[in-house]
């Protein structure tokens, strides 16, 4: 049911440039007391079920969860939202270097680098990915959108990348018409 929503946000986040193979990772809440998160070191854009882990929705520490492969690394911070908001039904967590090192989005970073699998970093960055409507820049590490599900996620961090590409094409727009007319012609 679940694998292949996983399989074509990945497709997406790989085919539209918001992540790359192994990096990032996304979950979805199964119920009340269990989520399903890809495994570590899975290629998002080729999920199977096999890359996908049961995790625990319990507590922080230890992690627990059932199948062969180990969950992502960025299981606490996931963990951290579906315990924060029973709403939340899904995490994705892209790298996409054009958002998290924008200038022109670090208003949306976290004030510090979260670090990976640390809850106590993680916990910063929960509220503030509330108040921007579902959606963080971990600073130095990568994007976080949160929702009822998979797509809706996925959509807060692309909706930015979209909004990235028409401001590099108004700002290449506006250079070319300061160009004098012997610069155009060149």
């Known amino acids: 049911m679940f694998g292949n929503q996983f399989l074509q946000i990945g497709k997406k986040q790989h085919e539209e440039g918001t992540n790359f193979y192994t ?18 070191g899975t290629d998002l854009s080729n999920v199977k079920s096999e890359n996908l882990t049961l995790v625990k929705i319990d507590g922080l520490e230890p992690v627990v969860w059932v199948g062969d492969s180990k969950p992502s690394s960025e299981t606490p911070l996931h963990l951290l939202y579906y315990i924060e908001n029973n709403e939340i039904k899904a995490v994705v967590h892209s790298h996409c270097p054009k958002i998290t090192y924008n200038n022109y989005m670090q208003e949306f970073a976290s004030d510090k680098y979260i670090r990976y699998g640390v809850f106590e970093t993680a916990v910063d960055v929960i509220e503030k990915t509330f108040k921007q409507d579902g959606f963080v820049i971990l600073k130095y590490h990568g994007e976080v959108g949160i929702g009822k599900d998979l797509q809706t996620s996925y959509s807060k961090i692309y909706d930015k990348y979209i909004y990235l590409n028409d401001l590099q094409t108004q700002d290449e727009v506006n250079s070319e018409s300061n160009l004098n007319k012997e610069e155009k012609k060149q």
């Open 23 to 40: 990096h990032g990772c996304n979950s979805v809440r199964i119920n009340d007391e269990w989520m399903l998160i890809t495994s570590s």
